[in-house]
């Protein structure tokens, strides 16, 4: 018998507010030492809500997704967000294996 959506969506939740206390912990990724790439990561996080405020899931996941895979420049509050929206997206599509590992 395989989980129901809704339990692999707690799970990837309850795993994703594992990781932000984690990251609370830990003071989260390292932070950007200079203002040009916290500018940047600024214009990418807001890029990638603008692609998703239109639809474009996919597009807005692969910033999202290098934002994460970076870290620098993001507060661990961002980070967790981040990490989120990754998961939601996931789990929107149906992709509820690729949630829990945002």
Same mark, same amino acid.
């Given at each position: 018998?395989?989980?129901?959506?809704?339990?692999?969506?707690?799970?990837?939740?309850?795993? !994703?507010?594992?990781?932000?206390?984690?990251?609370? *912990?830990?003071?989260?990724?390292?932070?950007?030492?200079?203002?040009?790439?916290?500018?940047?990561?600024?214009?990418?996080?807001?890029?990638a809500a603008k692609l998703r405020a239109e639809g474009?899931? *996919?597009?807005?996941?692969?910033?999202?997704?290098?934002?994460?895979?970076?870290?620098?420049?993001?507060?661990?509050?961002?980070?967790?967000?981040?990490?989120?929206? !990754?998961?939601?997206?996931?789990?929107?599509?149906?992709?509820?294996?690729?949630?829990?590992?945002?």
């Open positions: 018998m395989s989980p129901t959506p809704a339990a692999l969506c707690a799970a990837a939740l309850l795993l !994703v507010t594992l990781c932000a206390c984690d990251a609370k *912990e830990s003071g989260g990724p390292p932070a950007a030492t200079e203002d040009k790439a916290t500018f940047d990561v600024e214009r990418k996080r807001d890029w474009l899931d *996919e597009q807005a996941l692969r910033v999202y997704e290098e934002l994460l895979d970076d870290g620098r420049g993001l507060s661990p509050n961002a980070f967790v967000g981040a990490s989120l929206i !990754v998961a939601e997206i996931h789990l929107a599509k149906g992709r509820h294996e690729h949630a829990h590992d945002s």
